[in-house]
């Protein structure tokens, strides 16, 4: 069945890493009647951790959709992962809702991932309900954890409902709005029913309702007023002035629980249904006129269709599935699309709501809903997709770059391409997860949120397609530039018998504004040097810039000034000006452009690095491999030196989340198997281990996957 807009709901789970938001979402479809039996995370059968490196890892990864209905709303729920390696799952989720449950654990107060989720929650606008969970639980405090809140975020929440009793003594929650109680059903799997509100917890019922009442007031002035003078609401009152005030983010209400215990699920459901904002409610989203223009796109029903794609899946068994925020319109099967972003034309099949990994056939989504869209190949995450009438571009959803890199290659060359298209696979399906070919280092190379977020890709790729790959540290593309003025002059002369070789240059080099690149200035007066010739000089100053100066990484943002030269009428030559102006990089009889301080640039970043110049004068001092290696490499004619013995770009920590796997440990220990490999080749009178392996706490190579 169809929802229209006004009786949908959206809602993302959110909040720091093991808070209970699977347990809660798994309780809020049983007490809603969607599921017949709730599953625990541990069971691995839980609706929306339904992956197989979810079952196994026992966390969430993916931002998972499933619903659940009360009366006649519908409430679309995505519950989202709590590491910070998954966070672009918890955008989507963010950007999809409007409004996010933000857990945060009875037992700890506000953690650091919830604080990142509530500071996205506040540049979005969007309203926030908490929820403080694992009541049940030992030195588990609602009291504690609000005034947490409170301290960190600078609100004051209101109570919807309170817990009755705390830790091992949890008999349920008082709902203050509807001023009833929910008793603490005997196991998990049994519906919380409503009781008349214990004696003992009358007083606190009255004080929180009154808190209540302020902030459904707040904001109204009538209502305000009525307040005031009456001391209380109606109940319809309260609900509207409630309402309002969450939609205008005047309010944070909080309620109480132990998701896994079903306790507290009954009154949120409620509240979800009957007071979260409608999709009508979501801030305009911003957009791009097909001219270019901006303009913004209210939730509406009444105008033709569009709608963003917020997230692609691609399922072993059900192939491509692109899901789908509809922002105006309705979304009908069969009907045709126009993707803004190539003009395409498609036709979309059929069209599914989703209850976690089941997909459920619907005949139409209403502007406000969350769906899929099943097998339209063409479809990507960020594509806006309208009626063939309609041409406008919803703002994509932004997400943080990927700061952890590695170098991947298959065990077996063979399979590099069927790695390579796994590995696109998986970066199509996270934005956070990138793939690219360095063309410098000749590396693939993978980015991601962290060791987790990769891991997890690459043992997807093993389990899945069977491909054995390696990781290591990437080799990293540095480059030079100079720091101060300098200049070079150089006579190239040479008498081989016949028409001998001369070419004489002077020029100055000087550092260019960073990210400018390259310039080239000819100041030569009068005819000591033929126009003809500095073609031969400009290209010599490429080729030497090319080759570097200090470590034989490419020069870059510098000027080059020809101020003389001289030529000879018979032996000059473009050939003969161009091994003058190598005088660039050898610096010989002269003063050399590489005798003033150059800087390397890495290409790659350490996490939490900024990008920068580094002061690598001393660098290159104190590693005399370094130089040498470059000199090596010059002499072999290699011009892109490859393996760099500098900053390499990731920095593994020594260990990861307790719930995820060992490959950082086997990374360690392949470490140091290969320092172990190293001290015997030194015994042996061999080369060490060259490079980033040799620097404390990198790896060198060799985790495989
Ligand atoms: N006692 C108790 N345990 C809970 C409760 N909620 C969750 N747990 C347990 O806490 C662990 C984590 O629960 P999840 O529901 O997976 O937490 P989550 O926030 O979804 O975790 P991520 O998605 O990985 O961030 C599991 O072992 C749950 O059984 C609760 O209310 N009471
Ligand atoms: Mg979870």
């Known amino acids: 069945m169809a929802h229209s807009t006004d009786l949908i709901r959206n809602v993302a789970v959110a909040g720091h890493g093991g808070t209970g938001k699977t347990s809660l979402v798994e309780h809020l479809l049983f007490q809603s009647g969607a599921i017949a039996k709730p599953e625990t995370v541990e069971s691995g059968r839980t609706i ?46 963010l950007r999809a809702c409007e409004t996010a449950i933000l ?34 639980e030992e030195r588990a405090s609602f009291a504690n954890s609000i005034a947490d809140v409170h301290e960190k975020f600078k609100v004051n929440p209101v109570a919807i409902t309170i817990p009755m009793g705390e830790g091992t003594a949890l008999k349920g929650v008082v709902d203050v709005l509807n001023q009833k109680a929910w008793a603490r059903p005997a196991s ?10 214990p004696a003992e917890y009358k007083d606190a019922l009255a004080a929180a309702r009154a ?95 569009s709608a963003l794609v917020i997230k692609t899946q691609i399922d072993q068994f059900s192939g491509r599935l692109s899901f789908v925020k509809v922002v105006t319109g309705r979304l009908v099967q069969d009907m045709e699309i126009h993707n ?67 170098a991947i290659s298959a065990v077996n060359k063979k399979e590099e391409d069927k790695l390579n298209e796994a590995l696109l696979k998986a970066a199509e399906e996270d934005l956070t997860f990138q793939v690219h070919f360095n063309g410098e280092t000749k590396e693939t190379v993978i980015q991601g949120m962290g060791e987790l977020q990769i891991n997890m890709v690459l043992d997807k790729i093993k389990s899945a397609q069977k491909i054995a790959a390696e990781t290591r540290v990437p080799r990293v593309a540095y480059r030079e530039t100079i720091t101060k003025k300098s200049g070079a002059e150089y006579t190239h002369k040479k008498q081989t018998g016949g028409h001998g070789q001369y070419a004489r240059v002077v020029f100055e080099v000087e550092p260019v504004e960073r990210g400018k690149g390259y310039e080239f200035e000819n100041k030569l007066f009068g005819q000591s040097v033929s126009k003809g010739y500095i073609p031969g000089i400009e290209k010599g100053i490429h080729q030497a810039m ?155 190579a060799g985790a495989r996957i």
């Open 211 to 305: 808190q209540l009442f302020e902030a459904a007031a707040d904001g109204d002035d009538e209502l305000m007023d009525k307040y005031l003078s009456e001391g209380e609401l109606s109940q319809e009152e309260t609900l509207k002035g409630l309402a309002e005030a969450l939609a205008g983010g005047r309010v944070i209400p909080a309620f109480a629980g132990a998701g896994a215990q079903n306790v507290g699920t009954a009154a949120l459901l409620d509240f979800l249904a009957g007071i979260a904002p409608s999709p009508r409610h979501m801030l305009p989203e911003k957009a791009h006129g097909a001219d270019g223009s901006e303009i913004e796109v209210h939730v509406d029903p009444d105008k033709a269709f």
């Open 48 to 93: 929306s951790d339904y992956s197989d490196e979810e079952v196994a890892r026992k966390i969430s990864i993916h931002a998972s959709l499933c619903h659940a209905a009360v009366g006649d709303r519908k409430i679309n729920i995505i519950d989202a992962p709590g590491s910070s390696d998954f966070v672009g799952e918890v955008l989507i989720g």
């Open 546 to 700: 090319e080759m570097g100066v200090v470590a034989g990484y490419p020069v870059v943002d510098v000027k080059t000034v020809i101020t003389d030269g001289k030529e000879h009428p018979v032996d000059s030559s473009e050939m003969a000006f161009k091994i003058a102006s190598g005088s660039f990089q050898r610096g010989d009889q002269g003063r050399q452009p590489g005798a003033s301080r150059t800087d390397h640039e890495p290409q790659g970043l350490r996490r939490g690095e900024e990008p920068g110049r580094r002061d690598v004068g001393s660098l290159g001092a104190s590693r005399p491999h370094f130089r040498a290696e470059s000199r090596r490499r010059r002499h072999r004619g290699d011009r892109r030196p490859g393996s760099a013995g500098g900053a390499p770009a990731l920095r593994h920590r020594s260990s990861v989340d307790h719930r995820g796997h060992g490959l950082v440990r086997s990374r360690v220990r392949s470490l140091r198997a290969d320092h172990r490999q190293d001290r015997r080749r030194r015994r042996q009178g061999g080369r060490g281990i060259q490079g980033p392996g040799r620097r404390r706490g990198m790896i060198s």
């Open 188 to 197: 998990h799997d049994q519906k919380e029913t409503p009781i008349p509100v």
């Open 103 to 136: 857990l945060v654990d009875g037992r700890s107060g506000v953690q650091i991932e919830t604080i990142k989720t509530w500071r996205n929650l506040e540049a979005r606008h969007e309203p926030r309900i908490l929820f403080i969970s694992r009541l049940d």
């Open 340 to 406: 803004t972003r190539d003009g395409r034309k498609e036709k979309v099949g059929k069209i599914f709501t989703a209850q976690g990994k089941k997909l459920e056939e619907v005949p139409e989504l209403a502007a406000g809903d969350i769906g899929i869209i099943a097998k339209a190949l063409s479809l990507h995450t960020n594509d806006t997709i309208c009626s063939p009438d309609q041409n406008f571009t919803l703002e994509k959803l932004v997400l943080p770059t990927p700061v952890h890199l590695l």
